[in-house]
């Protein structure tokens, strides 16, 4: 097994996901089966309970596990499906030690950070990287060189370079080369520092990967390589771009892949990207331009609603054109009781969330949508929320409401789910995780192209089965439904040039060359609505 380490440096959010990813990806098209592992370190045991204002998006994988987006990022790049071992956090690790400890599996030894809990986190990543029966395992690790937090994962991973040995883990760290001064000087004194911190705990990073607005110029460069005593190759320039897809492109031509063989003992290959690059080509030059709209709750911080955003892109890739996303406060509509922001566009989003908080204007969202003839998708909270407008203003039930959000309303066309009932505990008791549905005929069954699928949830509510009859009655048909026949997972309005929506995430499961279904017919009557 081969070990790619990524670390970063002087702040986060540098792009270290990215660089991690691009990282894999190369080696992918070279031919290598790659698995990757985000350590976060933080105390949360799993992503699931954190406000996304906090770390963005919650990404949910197959098995149910509720991960960072950065994830997300990893199985779009790598087109796979990853696992919740594939996802390390403080939380997770401390907890498995202490229950160890409880079970008296330590046989009465002092406990400690050195060596217990970085001996977990050790076999941690070894235990995901042999499972996935990968060549190469990639591992973001978090956070940033010096907190105090990460400090016992990177002695996990010095560990695991010892134990695993110099020619199988390598270490590539990304920094940022600020832009000083009116001169707009690239300086380097920031990496130093942090290259410095990272030697000082036994780590030697073997590639630096330097983040800046503009390429890094060959004195910046050499300068890198001479402080951090590498090859002035090891150097690799990561510039702002367009898009985070060009980013492997731009490595392969810095010969980041051969740096990669070289240094762990890989034959050498030629990645063929023929694909990806045709890929970036069609995302970066679509032709006409269609406008979506999302209407969240959580748009200043746009990571929330990453995977909608970039399957949008995928879709207009595979259709092309260009999706342009109007991002809408939900709970602006809801105070200005108009829904004037949604004028011009040519498609309505309304994602998965929770609580009281803008849900109004979500419905105000989805009726407008409905009224107009503009199309429209809901997922989750979208799809209830759909369900909720018809209720009150096609069915002419006054009140009709979700039990989440008004539980003692005498309409509760969405209610909880059975087995939530009496459940206190937040974190990973929902239903998660990918189940069967079964697809009756209407246009998610054009799209999917088949009578069974599979998809991601993540919900506790789910649509009252004693109002159904009188939805269906009334136009509005449910043509998904769980293995049971019991559970609604797709509704479509007949009449309507695209109004579909539903319980389940599409865009978990959407990749560069295949984008949610439910997405690419959405951008597709979008489409055909400008041109109308």
Same mark, same amino acid.
């Given at each position: ?100 400890? $409880? ?60 134990? %695993? ?15 000083? @001064? ?14 410095? %911190? ?5 780590? $030697? ?20 390589? /001479? /402080? ?17 897809? +060009? ?13 990669? &063989? ?19 080509? $069609? ?59 949604? +004028? ?7 994602? @998965?969330?929770?609580?009281? !908080? ?8 989805? !009726? ?20 909720? %407008? ?28 059975? &087995? ?39 919900? !506790? ?8 009859? !009188?939805?269906?009655?009334? @136009?509005?048909?449910?043509?998904? $439904? ?51």
């Amino acid at each position: 097994m081969k070990y790619i380490i990524v670390t970063g440096g002087v702040l986060s959010g540098l792009g270290k996901g990215v660089t991690a990813s691009s990282a894999g990806l190369l080696l992918q098209c070279a031919g290598y089966k790659v698995t990757a592992v985000k350590i976060d370190p933080y105390l949360n045991v799993d992503a699931g309970t954190m406000n996304p204002y906090e770390h963005g998006e919650v990404f949910v994988m197959t098995d149910g596990a509720e991960v960072d987006l950065d994830l997300g990022n990893y199985e779009r790049f790598l087109r796979c499906n990853l696992t919740a071992e594939h996802n390390i956090t403080t939380g997770k690790v401390y907890k498995k030690v202490i229950e160890k400890e $409880r079970h008296g599996d330590y046989l009465g030894q002092t406990v400690q950070i050195i060596p217990h809990i970085v001996r977990e986190i050790v076999d941690g990543v070894k235990n995901a990287a042999k499972n996935a029966k990968a060549d190469v395992c990639v591992v973001e690790l978090g956070g940033t060189v010096g907190d105090i937090e990460s400090m016992p994962f990177m002695e996990a991973v010095r560990l695991l370079g010892r134990e %695993e040995g110099r020619e199988n883990v390598m270490f590539v760290h990304t920094t940022l080369i600020p832009v000083v @001064g009116a001169v707009g000087e690239q300086k380097t004194k920031p990496t130093q520092h942090s290259v410095k %911190e990272l030697q000082g705990l036994g780590i $030697r990073p073997d590639v630096i990967v330097g983040r800046s607005d503009e390429v890094l110029s060959e004195d910046i460069a050499a300068k890198i390589a /001479f /402080f951090a005593d590498i090859p002035r190759e090891a150097v690799i320039s990561a510039p702002d771009v367009k898009t985070i897809y +060009e980013v492997p492109l731009l490595f392969l031509e810095q010969g980041f892949p051969q740096l990669i &063989e070289k240094r762990l003992g890989l034959k050498t290959k030629k990645p063929d990207v023929k694909q990806w690059r045709d890929f970036v080509d $069609r995302i970066s030059n679509g032709g006409e331009e269609v406008e979506i709209a999302i209407i969240g709750k959580y748009t200043s911080l746009k990571d929330s609603y990453i995977s909608h955003e970039e399957t949008l892109r995928y879709a207009g890739a595979v259709l092309g054109c260009k999706v342009k996303i109007r991002w809408i406060e939900a709970p602006d509509l809801e105070d200005s009781g108009s829904t004037k922001q949604l +004028e011009g566009v040519n498609g309505v989003i309304v994602p @998965g969330g929770f609580g009281n !908080r803008g849900a109004e204007g979500k419905i105000m969202g989805a !009726r407008w949508a409905r009224e107009n003839q503009i199309p429209y998708l809901g997922v989750c909270f979208g799809f209830q929320l759909a369900t909720v %407008e018809f209720a009150r203003n096609v069915l002419g039930l006054e009140k009709a409401n979700s039990a989440e959000l008004d539980p003692d309303g005498p309409h509760p066309v969405v209610d909880i789910l059975p &087995e939530q009932e009496g459940v206190v505990d937040m974190g990973a008791t929902m239903r998660l995780g990918e189940h069967e549905i079964k697809v009756l005929d209407g246009k998610a069954k054009k799209l999917y192209g088949k009578d069974i699928i599979f998809e991601r949830h993540r919900h !506790r509510y789910e649509i009252n089965p004693n109002y159904i009859e !009188r939805i269906e009655a009334k @136009g509005m048909k449910y043509t998904g $439904r769980d293995s049971s026949g019991r559970r609604m997972e797709i509704l479509e309005l007949e009449g309507h040039p695209y109004f579909v929506a539903s319980q389940f995430h599409p865009e978990f499961k959407s990749r560069p060359d295949a984008p949610s279904p439910l997405h690419l017919g959405l951008v597709k009557a979008a489409l055909d609505n400008k041109k109308a």
